[in-house]
């Protein structure tokens, strides 16, 4: 049997220093996902009032109620998880073939290419420009304007087009050449089935961008029933703000507000909880292929 290594009183140091730190790093990241969950299943009054900081006080589930009952915010659901579903889709239908066609040491002119990707991350025409571009595509209040502007990353494709080259090896597909495999075909048949934990990084990184999204909608959407959830929920939360605020109006209009100021109180918290729990019960399912499709991507750039 090996030599027991002993620690010395060094090495028990400089872990107690790391139990401690992760310890503080756990409270740090796990305290505002506890608040979120309490304040959304207690007493509003509490939660404004700051009484209520981590356990729930006043316990309700009137929030969920309205949230289940408030249309707005299912449209929002559904037109969320469209726009994920599609949008990823087409973000890994661009991303996924340029990146492997970037790798390919035989393309001609694949350095000026990849110039012209890379020259996209440092200069941008703005939102301006970009906006008119988009009104002149007609895309203005139409499902494609959330779906079409980012249809690709530059990042995402280095990443994907590093795991291509490191992974993949050269001789596979000289084999699959002289077997007579076209392009098309070896990229179908040989290159994507070996490709899934790059595709699961990709459609992660894409997946959570369309979920949280909501610039897009902001500039471009002015019909409410295409509303994604992150548009619905930054409304609940300006109304609230708006409420809080001295702002010179009519008793009634006052009276209005504040009553819609205490349905945004009650429901954001749930909200929040509701629009955040796809990804957390997704993640765990992606994040072998994550890590793995990360750490190949990282080899080499």
């Given at each position: 049997?090996?030599?027991?290594?002993?620690?010395?009183?060094?090495?028990?140091?400089?872990?107690?220093?790391n139990?401690?730190?992760?310890?503080?790093?756990?409270?740090?990241?796990l305290?505002?996902?506890?608040?979120?969950?309490?304040?959304?299943i207690?007493d509003?009054?509490?939660?404004?009032?700051?009484?209520?900081?981590?356990?729930?006080?006043?316990?309700?589930?009137?929030g969920?109620k309205?949230?289940?009952?408030?249309?707005?915010i299912?449209r929002?659901?559904?037109?969320t998880?469209?726009?994920t579903?599609?949008?990823?889709?087409?973000?890994?239908?661009i991303?996924?073939?340029?990146?492997?066609?970037?790798s390919?040491?035989?393309?001609?002119?694949?350095?000026?290419?990849?110039g012209?990707?890379?020259?996209?991350m440092f200069?941008?025409?703005?939102?301006?420009p970009?906006y008119?571009?988009?009104?002149?595509?007609?895309?203005?209040?139409?499902?494609?304007?959330?779906?079409?502007?980012?249809a690709?990353a530059?990042?995402?494709?280095?990443?994907a087009r590093?795991?291509f080259?490191v992974?993949?090896?050269k001789?596979?597909?000289?084999?699959?050449?002289?077997?007579?495999a076209?392009?098309?075909?070896m990229?179908?048949?040989?290159?994507?089935?070996l490709?899934a934990?790059?595709?699961?990084?990709?459609a992660?990184?894409y997946?959570?961008?369309h979920?949280n999204?909501y610039f897009?909608a902001?500039?471009?959407?002015?019909?409410?029933?295409?509303?994604?959830?992150?548009?619905?929920l930054?409304?609940i939360?300006?109304?609230?703000?708006?409420?809080?605020?001295?702002?010179?109006?009519?008793?009634?209009?006052?009276?209005?507000l504040h009553?819609?100021q205490?349905?945004?109180?009650?429901?954001?918290y749930g909200?929040?909880?509701v629009?955040?729990?796809?990804?957390?019960i997704?993640?765990p399912?992606?994040?072998?292929?994550?890590v793995?499709?990360?750490?190949?991507?990282?080899?080499k750039?």
């Open positions: 049997m090996g030599a027991v290594i002993k620690e010395t009183n060094k090495d028990k140091l400089f872990n107690v220093f139990y401690i730190f992760l310890t503080l790093a756990a409270v740090v990241v305290y505002p996902l506890l608040y979120i969950v309490s304040a959304s207690s509003p009054a509490a939660v404004n009032s700051g009484t209520m900081w981590l356990l729930p006080k006043g316990i309700t589930f009137d969920y309205l949230i289940f009952e408030n249309s707005d299912w929002g659901y559904l037109n998880i469209f726009y579903v599609l949008g990823t889709f087409i973000n890994l239908a991303t996924i073939p340029a990146a492997y066609a970037l390919r040491r035989d393309l001609a002119g694949r350095n000026l290419f990849m012209m990707f890379v020259l996209t200069f941008g025409g703005g939102l301006i970009t008119l571009v988009v009104k002149n595509l007609g895309l203005i209040d139409t499902i494609w304007a959330m779906l079409l502007p980012n690709a530059v990042y995402n494709i280095i990443i590093v795991f080259e992974t993949i090896p001789e596979l597909e000289e084999s699959a050449t002289i077997d007579g076209t392009n098309f075909k990229f179908f048949k040989v290159i994507l089935p490709s934990p790059i595709i699961a990084v990709m992660l990184f997946g959570v961008a979920w999204g897009n902001l500039i471009y959407l002015s019909d409410r029933n295409l509303y994604p959830l992150q548009l619905v930054r409304e939360l300006v109304l609230q703000e708006m409420s809080s605020q001295n702002i010179n109006m009519s008793s009634s209009m006052a009276e209005v009553s819609k205490q349905l945004a109180s009650i429901i954001k909200v929040m909880i629009s955040t729990l796809p990804i957390i997704m993640y399912f992606m994040q072998r292929h994550f793995k499709g990360v750490m190949i991507g990282s080899l750039g």
